[in-house]
């Protein structure tokens, strides 16, 4: 039950981020359902970048070798540090659509979901009059703030098992946590699997060394969910009068939008390591390769435009979108990495950096037995 605990509050620095960016979502699809995704991938691939970045790392290993039977159970975490350049993102880069337009005197930059926390730029949104194609207001609506954070942590349960004299299997995951708060379902976990075998038998002249060669190939899968109940006076109308349908007065009717995020993660990891009495070193190099797909589910009301008979000839309506974004989002990246483990007994002691776009620290504890 600790254990429990201690993960869903080093949860809670990345469930916020996937239910505020579910939330902001829904005004971005007030610029149409093409912007809102140009939009969805500025705001939340820093996101998605930290998420790959925690699960191509922090693979933390006791031993090179560990005899059959035995295993190592360790609690540790890996943090992803968010590079300057990924905090903020520049609106006029996005090829949004003509009638998409800032409002800042000529400023373009938006904080992204790991960037500043203070509003984005504020966007108005015009369309063409209907009887004469005059340009006119559409509606408005600021991009979302940043959550201030520079770094993303990821806790996990890792265990290292001997199967055979030089193999060992991986396993490490984060239970299912739940948390239903203010009308906000949140609901992550992840989970990943592993193999390192040792290369020195493998190789004559490294068969007798002191250093030690091996190769780990993992794969790593984390979902998180993001459920919200909207009611239909959640929706802003800035003054003008807009038509609903029967369905969308209905309070319930724009309930049940969720965001999905799924990501994928493999790595092939080279290490070479020396032990010194109870301290081992070790640098490695890596390749990871993933992909992040984020989904939105649900109902979405985008404001138009449309002709009437009576003055003045048009109206405002609410077009419901169904599942508007969809983004696939792959990543491929080198890494360097540096760590140092100590083992006294049954108790180990971990950590490492790696160096690349989104810097990683990883640190834990472990258990053999």
């Given at each position: 039950m600790?254990?429990?605990?201690?993960?869903?509050?080093?949860?809670f620095?990345?469930?916020?981020?996937?239910?505020v960016?579910q939330?902001e979502?829904?005004?971005f699809?007030?610029?149409?359902?093409?912007?809102a995704?140009?939009?969805a991938?500025?705001?939340?691939?820093?996101l998605?970048n930290?998420a790959?970045?925690?699960?191509?790392?922090?693979?933390?290993?006791?031993?090179d070798t560990?005899?059959?039977?035995?295993?190592?159970i360790?609690?540790?975490?890996?943090v992803?540090?968010?590079?300057?350049?990924?905090?903020?993102?520049?609106?006029?880069?996005?090829?949004?659509?003509?009638?998409?337009?800032?409002?800042q005197?000529g400023?373009?930059?938006?904080p992204?979901?790991?960037?500043?926390?203070h509003?984005?730029?504020?966007?108005?949104?015009?369309t063409?009059?209907?009887q004469?194609?005059?340009?006119?207001?559409?509606?408005e609506f600021?991009?979302p703030?940043g959550?201030?954070?520079?770094?993303?942590?990821q806790?996990s349960?890792?265990?290292?098992?001997?199967?055979?004299?030089?193999?060992?299997?991986?396993?490490?995951?984060?239970?299912g946590?739940?948390?239903?708060y203010?009308?906000?379902?949140?609901?992550?976990?992840?989970?990943g699997?592993?193999?390192?075998?040792?290369?020195?038998?493998?190789?004559?002249?490294?068969?007798e060394?002191?250093i030690?060669?091996?190769?780990?190939?993992t794969?790593?899968?984390?979902y998180?969910?993001?459920?919200?109940?909207?009611?239909?006076?959640?929706?802003?109308?800035?003054?003008?009068?807009?038509?609903?349908?029967?369905?969308?007065?209905?309070?319930?009717?724009?309930?049940?939008?969720?965001?999905?995020?799924?990501a994928n993660?493999y790595?092939?990891?080279?290490?070479?390591s020396?032990?010194?009495?109870?301290?081992?070193?070790?640098?490695?190099?890596?390749?990871?390769?993933?992909?992040?797909i984020?989904?939105?589910?649900?109902?979405?009301?985008?404001?138009?435009?449309?002709a009437?008979?009576?003055?003045?000839?048009?109206?405002?309506?609410?077009?419901?979108?169904?599942?508007?974004?969809?983004?696939s989002l792959?990543?491929?990246?080198?890494?360097?990495?540096?760590?140092?483990?100590?083992?006294?007994?049954?108790?180990g002691?971990?950590?490492?950096?790696?160096?690349?776009?989104?810097?990683?620290?990883?640190a834990?504890?472990?258990?053999?037995?």
């Open positions: 600790k254990l429990k605990i201690l993960l869903t509050f080093t949860s620095f990345w469930l916020p981020i996937v239910g960016a939330s979502i829904a005004f699809i007030l610029g149409g359902r093409d912007n995704g140009h939009l991938q500025a705001y939340l691939s820093p998605a930290a790959q970045a925690n699960l191509g790392n922090g693979w933390l290993i006791i031993n560990i005899s059959s039977g035995k295993i190592n360790s609690l540790q975490t890996t992803s540090l968010t590079p300057q350049k990924d905090r903020y993102f520049d609106v006029n880069q996005l090829a949004l659509s003509p009638d998409v337009h800032t409002s005197n400023k373009t930059l938006s992204t979901a790991l960037g500043a926390s509003n984005g730029q504020h966007i108005v949104v015009t063409a009059r209907p004469d194609g005059e340009e006119m207001y559409l509606t600021s991009l703030e959550l201030g954070l520079s770094f993303i942590p806790p349960i890792q265990a290292q098992i001997g199967v055979f004299k030089y193999s060992s299997i991986l396993l490490r995951g984060l239970p946590i739940h948390i239903d203010e009308n906000t379902d949140y609901y992550t976990y992840m989970y699997v592993g193999i390192l075998q040792s290369l020195n038998p493998l190789i004559a002249p490294l068969e060394q002191s030690h060669l091996s190769f780990l190939f794969y790593s899968h984390q998180a969910r993001s459920s919200l109940s909207r009611t239909q006076a959640w929706y802003w109308h800035h003054g003008h009068i807009t038509v609903l349908t029967e369905e969308q007065k209905k309070e319930e009717w724009y309930d049940g939008q969720k965001l999905d995020v799924k993660n790595v092939m990891q080279l290490y070479i020396k032990t010194v009495k109870h301290w081992r070193f070790y640098a490695c190099v890596n390749r990871y390769v993933g992909s992040t984020i989904n939105t589910y649900g109902r979405y009301p985008r404001r138009d435009i449309r009437k008979e009576e003055e003045p000839y048009y109206e405002y309506f609410f077009h419901d979108e169904l599942n508007p974004v969809a983004l792959p990543h491929r990246q080198w890494r360097l990495g540096l760590g140092f483990s100590v083992q006294v007994g049954a108790i002691l971990h950590t490492e950096a790696s160096l690349s776009d989104y810097k990683n620290l990883s834990g504890i472990s258990y053999q037995f």
